[in-house]
């Protein structure tokens, strides 16, 4: 047990009471000395640091530069893309990676600098090396963004990997984003994260709570441009952040910084430079695009959790059907959470799973299996004797399979970073499907050691195959869940190759993008866990994870219909929206806490249904660009300080911007607006940014702003799709785009481009089909905000 381990420790004490607090410790120094077992013992270290630059060799898109005690290779990739890495570390292997990286940029080179130094000159950047080994980076104007001072390595005296530290400094303005999925932020603070995926557990509101989904990627925001920078390694490690201060004028700024130190594996780091749109761009180019969800899955989605949640599933469906409450999913639980997707026993007192799966889709509903890595190491499994047979699970130093207990009794795991076994795995999704199932979801937190948690799942020191690398759990462990839905995404798109595989996972690391989207565990209850949740998917989406959402009740509570509402109401403009039931079964339908209530969140679950159209053409283009489809209020201001620091609200796409309520009792509150018109989407109210105004927050809902301008696709009142218009502001143009799926298969849809302008008196609306070619819009068209009753607009024909 370490240091970190104890100090969380202590902090469940204090919020978990005395006897669980205890206990948790217990099962930390448990866990702890469990995974320490079979590890090499520490021996004397001995530090390193590059030195005096010695001479250089130039090569493709930069070169390699040589130090008395290290190289550092440097290359400039045709997406803009700056790549560096000591001791001769190249871009591949790599676990977030689409294969090994783009081909380097031909017009950089590597020429001389001043003081005996060297730098490379590209077109949205230029990177400097000094003599002792600091690399700074520059835009084309000459603007400072980042130094990275000489790293600083401790290797064993008797060899082997040693772990290393990177100190950074950064200009005084910027601000931290990333990191995965954090609860305190989305603006990352002063303090110290680490860089371990772990089962959070129940931790204090506030606190640097463990996380499921870490990332060493964050992203650096400034006036000058913003900077997302990657070191790829998959060992433990911590990030310290300090931002800096100015000095009002005076020319004492204090920069800001950023100190990394990690356990092991190689020091090699991307940085991409641009606004915050290009660097994710360019992030979805290295690491692979989103993946694409189905029409269905951007719906509302129910959780029925473990055996009592099953056969509590007929009344959760007859329930929404009866309050006329619209349900796109359901997600079942047979009670051992972290069970393979294999065959598994049929839910007792409901209809056999194909029945059932057939059942809900008449209703237009799927079904969803929730499954995980365990396979129960009983004898007579049919998955564990063809897991035996075929050799797929994590073995020790000595040859035995590694046997863990957890919420899926005694199990073993598979070893997902081996080739064979991940095709294994996704074989095993053909039973579910074959089931009726229509797509699946990950929860793997229970493999992650931590204070919080149970016994280690998978000691530290057990073996992995590490693509042919080997190694232990240390290097595999973040990447496992990775691994995981690598496995489940190809599986699912070889056994249905005309369907887009539903996939969302608990866990993961850089890259889980392009295998579905990330679900983080709720970490915190009430008011603060409403905050935390927002934080999580908001910092998820600056790490190029656009498909996120979180839960309606926290991991302990029993909500209060005020805090139930305001949490539903957040999730439905999430990019993924599932419910779930308070702490006892049962507890948490929206009918259960009064007529008021229930229409209230009638409201919010159809105004979920009614934007589905938008939703799927934000997730088109995330498809293409990387952006994400909850973004932060700075997005498209980055240099505009005051949003920078606005964290209770965020841009749906660019045409929405949603302000939940996050405080208890508010029935107003205070939005700061980008630059712009924006239409109250209730009243129809106008208001102008930038700035910040007071609005209406009544319990039926939570203010959204419809940017002056916007052309929205929305669900008719027939089922299909129409217009939603938002006029421009005098004398300016709007537009927006519509890319239509209504199923879930592979086929790319045309996307249509929609332009707004005044006329005189007159709103002008039509389709753009390219060079200045216009014409009638080919679906009904709604105009709001004209003071009117909103009624339907006819276009002027052009």
Known sequence: MDGRDLVRSMRAVGSAGAAQGLRTVWTAWRGRRAGATGLPRRTAERARVPGQVLDVEPGPGGGVVRFARSELRIMVEVNGAVFWGWDGARPGPSYALVGDGPEPDQRAVLEPGKDGGWRVVAERVTVTVSRHGAVEVRTPGGVFLRRDLPPRWWEPTDGGRGRWMQRTEVSADARFFGLGGRTPGPRLRDGTYRLWNADPGRVPAGADTPSAITMPLHMVVSDAATCLVFHDSTWDGTMTLREGA????????????????????????????????????????????????????????????????????????????????????????????????????????LPRPAVLAEELRRDGIRLVSVAGPAVPAEPGDAVYDRGVAEDVFVRDGAGGLVRSAGRAGVSV??????????????????????????????????????????????????????????????????????????????????????????????????????????????????????????????????????????????????????????????????????????????????????????EHARVALLERRRLTPYLMTLAHLARRTGAPVARPVWWGAPDDRALRDCEDAFLLGNRLLVAPVTQEGAVRRAVRLPRGRWYDTVTEEPHTGPGQVMVDAPLSRIPVLARAGSVLPVRGDDGGVELEVWPPASGRTGGGLVIPDEGDGCDEPEVERYTTRWEGNRLIVERDFGEGVGGEPCRPVRVRGLGGDGSRARPAQM
């Open 413 to 598: 795991y598979p070893d997902f970073t081996h080739a064979r076994v991940r095709v294994w795995w996704g074989r095993l999704h053909g039973e579910r499907l074959g089931q009726g199932y229509a797509g699946f979801w990950y929860g793997v937190h229970g493999q992650a050691p931590s204070a919080a948690s149970a016994p280690s799942a998978l000691p530290l020191s057990a073996r992995h195959f590490l693509e042919g690398d080997g190694g232990d759990h240390r290097e595999a462990h973040n990447v496992y869940a990775l691994c995981m839905a690598r496995a489940g995404h190809t599986g699912l798109r070889e056994l249905a190759p005309r369907s887009r595989p539903f996939l969302v996972s608990g866990s993961g690391w850089a890259g889980m993008q392009r295998y579905g989207g990330a679900w983080p565990e709720e970490v915190t209850d009430g008011w603060p866990g409403l905050r935390a949740s927002l934080s999580t998917v908001l910092g998820l989406g600056l790490c190029g994870v656009p498909h996120a959402g979180a839960g309606t009740v926290g991991p302990q509570e029993r909500p209060s219909p005020e805090l139930y509402l305001r949490r539903l109401q957040l999730g439905a403009y999430l990019p993924l929206f599932r419910t779930e039931a308070g702490r006892r079964v049962g507890y948490g339908e929206p009918w259960e806490f009064g007529e008021d209530i229930l």
């Open 246 to 349: 100015e000095g009002a004028g005076s020319g004492h700024d204090r920069a800001g910084t950023c100190e990394l130190r990690m356990d092991g594996g190689p020091l090699r780091c991307w940085v991409m430079v641009g606004t915050p749109a290009r660097v994710l761009r360019t992030w979805a180019s290295l690491t692979g695009a989103p993946a694409l969800p189905p029409a269905w899955a951007l719906g509302h989605h129910r959780a029925a959790a473990g055996p009592g949640g099953v056969r509590e599933l007929p009344r959760i469906v007859a329930g929404h059907r009866e309050h006329r409450l619209p349900l796109d999913a359901v997600h079942v639980d047979l009670g051992r959470h972290e069970r393979h997707p294999g065959p598994a026993a049929d839910p007792e007192g």
